[in-house]
C-alpha cells in the first residue's frame, strides 16, 4: 500500500469518485448540479466529468431545465460500461448473476450439486461463471471481476480458511478462479455478502444496525453497524450459526456441540421432516405441503421459527439493532416462521431492545449474497487505481 500525504494526485481522485458517485447514485445531474452539491468548483468538476466521458463511466442525455441561462446537460452513470459476476456458493447449489455495474441482473443460472469435493465443486462454479461470461453483452471494460460468497470463515486476504458444511478446509477459491478468467476475484462470507446485497438495494436501505440472519444449510449472520460491515479483528464476525444454544446437543461439523445451526437451519428442518415421510423432502416440497395446511409440516416450520427465534432474541440482546433481516432459502417460508419467530421475541427479548426493532424477511429472497458480492467487485472496479492511506 502507498502512503501519500498531501498529493495532488490523491486529491483528485477522490474528487473524481465523488463525482462519479455523486453521478451514479443521485442522476441525472448537470455539471452545475454537481458542483453545487459536492462543494467542488466548477472548473474542477468540468475537468473531472470530461474524463469520466472519455472512460465512458458516465454519458450526457439531452438537456434539463433552465434557471434563466443556457440549458443544462444532464449526466448519468454508464451502468453498461462493464459487468460482474456474483457468485452464491450453497452448500448444495451455485447460484450466479451477471450484473450491470448499478447491480441488476442481466442473466442468472442455479444449478444443485451433491458431490461437495473441492475439485468437482470447483468445476461447478467454473462452469457457471463460463456461461455467464457467454451471455455477457459487449461493454467498454468487459468483465470487471468475479465475487464468491462462500458458507464458512474467509480471512482479509480472501482465503477460505474453513467451510464445515463443505468439509473444506484452507482451501485456494480465490487464486483458482482468477488464474481460470485473468479478472480480480473477490472471496468473502456469504453473509457478510447478503447482509451488504439487502443494504444496498433490499430490505435494510432505510437502516444503519442491521443484523442479517443468512438461514440455509447452515445459519451465518452478517452485521451492518453503523451503515458499514463489521468485519471483526481478523474478519471472521457473523458465525454466531455456531453459538451453544443447547450445553449438551449433538456435534456439529464446526466440532462443537449444540449449536443454532443444528436446530434452526434448513438442514433441521430437513433432518425434522424424516420421520414424518417415506423419503427425503426437500424444502420446496414442504412449503407445498404447508400450503395445502399439512399440520405436522406447520408445526415442523413452527419448531424451527421458534429455534430461529431463540437465536435471534440472543442476537437483539447483544447488538441492539434497529433491524433483524431473515434471509437465504428458508426465506421462502416466512408466512409460516413469522408467528412463532414473533411469539419468542415478545416473550424472551428485553422490552428495551424490542421497541425499537423490525424483523423482516429479505426482498432480496435467494438473491442477496450473489448481488451483495457483485457489489463488492463494482465497488471495487470503481475505485481503480492504488490503495492509498490519507493521514489528515
Same mark, same amino acid.
Do not use: C, M, W
Given at each position: 500500500m502507498?502512503? @501519500?500525504?498531501? !498529493?495532488?494526485?490523491?486529491?483528485?481522485?477522490? !474528487?473524481?469518485a465523488l463525482v462519479l458517485e455523486m453521478v451514479k447514485s443521485q442522476g441525472p445531474l448537470s455539471r452545475a448540479d454537481v458542483a453545487q452539491r459536492s462543494g467542488l468548483n466548477k472548473g474542477t468538476v468540468s475537468s473531472l466529468v470530461k474524463e469520466l466521458l472519455d472512460e465512458e463511466l458516465v454519458y450526457e442525455i439531452g438537456q434539463g431545465e433552465s434557471s434563466g441561462g443556457r440549458r443544462p446537460v444532464l449526466l448519468?452513470? !454508464?451502468?453498461?460500461a462493464g459487468y460482474s459476476i456474483g457468485i452464491d456458493l450453497g452448500v448444495h447449489y451455485i447460484l450466479g448473476v451477471l450484473t450491470d455495474l448499478q447491480g441488476n441482473i442481466v442473466v442468472e443460472k442455479q444449478m444443485a450439486f451433491h458431490d461437495k469435493t473441492y475439485s468437482s465443486v470447483r468445476t461447478h462454479i467454473k462452469e457457471t461463471i463460463s456461461y455467464l461470461m457467454e451471455q455477457m453483452p459487449d461493454s467498454r471494460y468487459g468483465l470487471v471481476g468475479i465475487g464468491i460468497g462462500v458458507p464458512g470463515i474467509v480471512d482479509k486476504e480472501g482465503a477460505l480458511l474453513? %467451510?464445515?458444511n463443505l468439509g473444506w478446509k484452507n482451501i485456494s477459491l480465490k487464486q483458482d478462479i482468477e488464474a481460470a478468467f485473468h479478472v480480480p476475484v473477490i472471496i468473502d462470507n456469504e453473509a457478510n455478502a447478503g447482509a451488504y446485497g439487502e443494504k444496498r438495494g433490499g430490505a435494510g436501505q432505510d437502516f444503519r444496525n442491521i443484523i442479517?440472519? +443468512? %438461514?440455509? @444449510?447452515?445459519i451465518g449472520v452478517g452485521l451492518i453497524l453503523n451503515g458499514e460491515l463489521y468485519r471483526g479483528t481478523s474478519g471472521f464476525s457473523g458465525e454466531s450459526g455456531h453459538m451453544t444454544i443447547e450445553t449438551d446437543g449433538p456435534m456439529c461439523g464446526c466440532g462443537n456441540r449444540g449449536c443454532w445451526e443444528l436446530y434452526a437451519s434448513?438442514? &433441521?428442518?430437513?433432518?425434522? %421432516?424424516?420421520?414424518l415421510f417415506s423419503h427425503d423432502m426437500s424444502l420446496e416440497e414442504l412449503l407445498r405441503l404447508a400450503e395445502k395446511g399439512h399440520e405436522d409440516v406447520l408445526a415442523l416450520f413452527g419448531r424451527i421459527g421458534r429455534y430461529l427465534g431463540i437465536g435471534i432474541n440472543n442476537l437483539i440482546n447483544t447488538f441492539?439493532?434497529?433491524?433483524?433481516? *431473515?434471509? !437465504?432459502?428458508l426465506s421462502m417460508a416466512k408466512q409460516w416462521l413469522f408467528p412463532a419467530i414473533q411469539q419468542? @421475541?415478545?416473550?424472551?427479548?428485553?422490552?428495551?431492545h424490542r421497541a425499537h426493532v423490525a424483523i423482516q424477511f429479505s426482498k432480496r429472497s *435467494?438473491? +442477496?449474497? &450473489?448481488?451483495?458480492? +457483485?457489489?463488492?467487485?463494482?465497488e471495487d472496479f470503481l475505485k481503480k487505481g492504488e490503495k492509498v492511506e490519507v493521514f489528515l
Open positions: 502507498t502512503k @501519500i500525504t498531501g !498529493n495532488p494526485h490523491l486529491i483528485k481522485k477522490i !474528487n473524481k448519468l452513470f !454508464n451502468e453498461k474453513f %467451510a464445515p442479517y440472519v +443468512s %438461514a440455509g @444449510i447452515g434448513e438442514k &433441521a428442518l430437513l433432518d425434522g %421432516a424424516k420421520p441492539n439493532p434497529e433491524q433483524v433481516i *431473515i434471509g !437465504n432459502r419468542v @421475541i415478545d416473550e424472551r427479548t428485553l422490552p428495551f *435467494i438473491y +442477496s449474497t &450473489a448481488l451483495g458480492i +457483485s457489489f463488492f467487485v463494482i
